[in-house]
């Protein structure tokens, strides 16, 4: 197979940036596929190419409304931002409970109001693509599909498709990327991503650990006090922080409000006006 020396896809994105478009990129693949790496790999390369800032810290978040907040710091202005949504079917996210459906809808409409000026790139990751609604995956302009780790060379082979659908029968089809090279045509069906800066997974493993150690406490902690009182749960300090991942989590939980304003110490009106903002992911121009 010949190596090409140019990023078919990376111009693809660059060209659509420059031309006053958007990109979402879907990741798709099971634990242990290597789509996160793939993930952080190609949002620095684009943002490389494109002259934007990208960091772990600022760029990527494993929560809709944090991300969403990022999205607004004064450096993540700059059209070509790229902008990471890590594991779509992770907990916290809300993959748990049918209303997350509603919610990644909400989330992608909310991204392209905002990228249709901004021209700015999404990639996010989950297990499959169907775990999307058909309302955001129609909104998908590319999913790359994981086809295998080379762990002795450090690259993650990658199935990447470009993404139409029909307006008229809503009907999807997945197509290989198509460009010319030296007069020739070429159709690339794999992609080839090496793994991440290493700093930048390290940054990565750190704040993943605290995510998850972070949410596990809360749930578990959730669990034992409900069913330590019979269902009925005492009153705590005030706790913004538990507040948020209950909301974020009650359905799986099988919280009420009440339930959570006994746990955290708010007032009811307080946990109903925040689980109405959780509900309502806007973007505020």
């Known amino acids: 197979m010949e190596t090409l020396p140019v990023r078919p896809i990376s111009v693809w994105v660059k060209n659509r940036i ?4 958007s990109v979402i990129i879907s990741i798709n693949g099971g634990t242990g596929t290597g789509k996160t790496y793939t993930g952080i790999e190609l949002g620095r390369q ?13 760029n990527m978040d494993f929560n809709f409304h944090k991300l969403l907040k990022k999205m607004q710091l004064p450096q993540n202005q700059k059209p070509g931002t790229v902008f990471i949504f890590e594991e779509v079917g992770s ?18 409409f909310s991204f392209m109001q905002t990228s249709r000026h901004r021209n700015q790139i ?10 999307l609604e058909k309302g955001a995956r129609s ?35 997945f197509k290989y990327l198509r460009f010319t090279y030296k007069g020739k045509k070429h159709k ?16 990565y493993e750190i704040i993943k650990t605290a995510f998850t150690s972070a949410l596990n406490k809360t749930i578990i902690n959730a669990e034992e006090t409900k069913e330590g009182h019979g269902g009925k749960l005492k009153e705590t300090v005030k706790d913004s922080v538990m507040l948020d991942r209950l909301l974020s989590n009650k359905v799986a939980l099988r919280f009420t409000n009440k339930d959570i304003a006994r746990l955290t110490g708010f007032h009811i009106n307080t946990v109903s006006n925040r689980d109405r903002e959780h509900r309502e992911i806007t973007i505020k121009e």
């Open 18 to 21: 420059v031309k006053n478009g």
């Open 139 to 173: 909104l998908v302009h590319m999913q790359m599909e994981m086809a295998g780790i080379n762990h002795t060379k450090r690259i993650a082979y990658v199935k990447p498709y470009r993404i139409q659908v029909n307006s008229r029968t809503g009907q999807f089809y």
């Open 188 to 203: 690339l069906s794999r992609l080839e991503v090496p793994h991440p800066p290493q700093d930048m997974v390290d940054e």
């Open 122 to 131: 999404l990639i996010f990751t989950c297990p499959h693509f169907s775990f």
């Open 91 to 108: 907990f916290e996210s809300g993959a748990s409970s049918r209303g997350w459906q509603s919610q990644a809808n909400k989330f992608f």
């Open 46 to 58: 684009y943002a490389e190419d494109l002259g934007t800032p990208f960091s772990i810290k600022d």
